[in-house]
């Protein structure tokens, strides 16, 4: 079974960074694709940032140049660093994972993608 764990999240003032950490368990690292979420309260979910077993990266339109992913196998830890926060940054954020054919279908359908796995969710604040 497939645990998600994320921590890193805060309140933080609109330029500031934040670096998102999601620890997952119950699995082999390297075999599955992993991705950052958000969501506002009455509004859709949001990807945010994936990366794939092979090491490529996907990210929303919105955050490319402010917002990196990164994945540690070997701890199986999952990264989300964010720079240049504005208050529209602000929402719950969600980890994701998922292996095999849902990792391809996720490439093809981004930025609407699914996954199978998630966490319980970290919240962030950015405060103009």
């Known amino acids: 079974q497939v645990q998600l764990v994320e921590s890193g999240g805060g309140s933080v003032q609109a330029g500031g960074s934040l670096r998102l950490s999601c620890a997952a368990s119950g699995y082999t690292g390297p075999r599955y694709c992993m991705a950052w979420f958000r969501q506002v309260p009455g509004k859709e979910r949001e990807a945010v940032a994936a990366?794939?077993?092979?090491?490529?990266?996907r990210y929303a339109d919105s955050m490319k140049g402010r917002f990196t992913i990164s994945k540690d196998n070997a701890q199986s830890s999952l990264y989300l660093q964010m720079n240049s926060l504005k208050p529209d940054d602000t929402a719950m954020y969600y980890c994701a994972a998922d292996k095999g054919l849902v990792c391809t279908f996720a490439a093809r359908v981004w930025p609407k993608p699914n996954f199978g796995y998630w966490g319980q969710g970290t919240q962030v604040t950015v405060s103009s």
């Open positions: 990366i794939f077993t092979d090491g490529s990266t």
